[in-house]
């Protein structure tokens, strides 16, 4: 038990320690961006010993912009909760879910982020967080998929917040105004493409492609739930 206890006290301290630097970085990331000379200022800013700081962060500035980054899915998390119970369309919980996830974010750390992420070094793990972003959003939502559907999803929502995030980095009108308008015309695109791939599954060449490489696809499977482990999933041995 005492071990135990040590563990947690252990992770705490670490966690505490991470909220720290965030909070002690992002000042600093608008004019350094997300580099070691923000590192250093978010160490001295908050106090934060400068080995335990690059043990929370061993790779330096890469893991303080993608922690950053976490921690704005986790109050997307603690927010969005609540859209799966409302009465919106299905359509509808998707954008504003996608919507609450840009809005929390500040416009200034975006940017640094997105031109930080687009280094080919670091480009990996900015595909990487928005995946998980996707993933968060349909797992809100209750999704319950376990084949390629669930891939599919994911990728097409990537892409649909990727872009979004982009429109709304130069998007001036008032309240953003036109970066919802240009979401809701995504999720319309993403809708119709559903319905489109619904109908050709049931037509003869679908239900052919099925019976051949499409039974490759078929034994495609998420990656496991406990601390998606196997990513980026693995294919079922079934006959």
Known sequence: MPATNAKKTEADH???????????????????????ATLNAAIADS?????????????GALDLALAQHEAGDAALAAAGVSVKTSALRYSEKVARLVRLRIEGADREVVRRG?????????????????????????RLLGDTSDDFNWYSKRTILSAVYSSTLLYWLGDDSEG???T??????????VMQFEKAKAGFTRSALGRALQRGP????????????AGRADLPGHLSRHD
């Open 47 to 59: 106090g934060v010993d400068a080995g335990l700081a690059r043990l929370v962060f061993p790779r």
């Open 14 to 36: 670490m966690a505490d320690a991470r909220a720290r630097l965030i909070a002690a970085a992002l000042p600093h990331v608008p004019f350094d961006g997300w580099s070691s």
């Open 114 to 138: 997105v031109t930080f992420f687009a280094l080919p070094a670091h480009a990996a793990d900015g595909a990487a967080a928005i995946w998980r972003t996707a993933d968060l959003i349909w």
């Open 214 to 225: 499409g039974q490759v696809l078929e034994r495609l499977r998420a990656p496991a739930e």
């Open 180 to 189: 919802w308008a240009f979401l809701d015309r995504r999720i319309g695109d």
């Open 176 to 178: 953003h105004a036109d």
